[in-house]
């Protein structure tokens, strides 16, 4: 199975993720497949970018987002609040300050 999640980067204390798609058998700072986008939620405001069209490729294939990516993609308005795929037209941008 496929999953997008987040992966670690950055020094002692001070997390930012990558978004990547991995297959879930590999560890958590492993190896992916793709990285569609970043989060760093220690700088003000809170950082997140998503390349949209690439997840939205990867959830139409089946790849599932765990709960907190689910939760990201829903502040960039790619997931509607029931967790299924919004229609491209009415996203506002592929990268949101959340």
């Keep these: 199975m496929v999953k997008i999640r987040l992966r670690r980067t950055?020094?002692?204390?001070?997390?930012s993720y990558r978004l990547v798609v991995a297959d879930a058998r590999s560890p958590r700072d492993g190896r992916f497949i793709e990285i569609i986008g970043?989060?760093?939620?220690?700088?003000q405001p809170k950082v997140l970018e998503v390349k949209a069209d690439r997840a939205r490729y990867w959830i139409?294939?089946?790849a599932q987002?765990?709960?907190t990516v689910t939760a990201l993609l829903k502040k960039v308005n790619i997931l509607d609040v029931e967790g299924k795929l919004l229609p491209a037209e009415e996203e506002i941008s592929p990268s949101v300050e959340a």
């Design 65 to 67: 987002p765990t709960d």
């Design 38 to 43: 970043h989060y760093n939620p220690i700088r």
């Design 10 to 15: 950055g020094k002692t204390k001070q997390p």
């Design 60 to 62: 139409g294939v089946g």
